[in-house]
């Protein structure tokens, strides 16, 4: 048995009928799911979680590992360390970078002179993978508090699916969620194992709600309107840009502007700025997210 089937068999053993919506019995002999429960939750054969739980099958898809998490219902941290298990089963180590080099996180000088040009306007600059390089003191202001910046690189796909703060961020989830998964859909392509990395990661942390919209993203919006919730300020209306930078490795720099006049009061206040620092963009796009 490899460390992947002993864990998949003691949080199976862990979960109770009940706890998955199944009726219970005074015949059973442990207090956890069968076998055959968890494979019809998960939408596998019971052939092939037994060869999982026995070792005999150390490369399961990142899907199958996701419904697995879905039907046991483990937590983020649960289904980060499932995928790692998964990973060395497989004989998987580090990341084989197949003769792509990773995404760079160097800023250019120049680019970083524009961010503080553009204060205090919220601005940030991002690589292909969604990973956030450098912005402007006035994105920190709004997206410091509710923790999109708190991971190292912050990572803006990875925010938005593994990080339940997100869906109290975006009052308009789905419409956020769609976006990212549009912009890695279109990074490079399946063949860019850095890409292939993160989107294996969240295909088993957010399950479902990633996988289907991977699948059917489109060209991400590059401008746009966004709503955003701010805990000190409320709801903004976030009219926005996106630049491609040219000879930088995919890095984008994505500017936000008040759509409206609350809005422009609003960051105001939060910029600590007199009233019309940020003036609200005339008539702003109606394409929300």
Known sequence: MTDLGAFLRGRREAVTPAQVGLPTSARRRTP?????ELAILAGVSVEYLTRLEQGRDRHP??????????????????RLHLR???????????????????????????VQALLLRLEPAPAYVANRLTDVLA??????????PVGLLDADPPNLARYTFADTRARNAYPQWDLVADERAATLATAIGPDDPHRTELVDELTVVAGASFAARLAAATVPNRTGTERFTHPQVGELRLAYETLDLPDADGQSLVVYLPADDATSTALDQLNGRRPGALRPVPHASRRSA
């Open 32 to 36: 956890g799911l069968r076998r055959a």
């Open 61 to 78: 898809s990142m899907q199958v590992l996701a419904a697995l998490a879905d039907a046991l219902g483990l937590s983020a941290q649960e």
């Open 84 to 110: 790692g298990l998964a990973k060395v089963a497989g004989g998987g180590g580090g990341l084989i970078c197949a003769g792509l080099e990773p995404p760079a996180r160097e800023v250019r000088p120049t």
């Open 135 to 144: 912005y402007t003191s006035g994105f920190e202001r709004l997206a410091g």
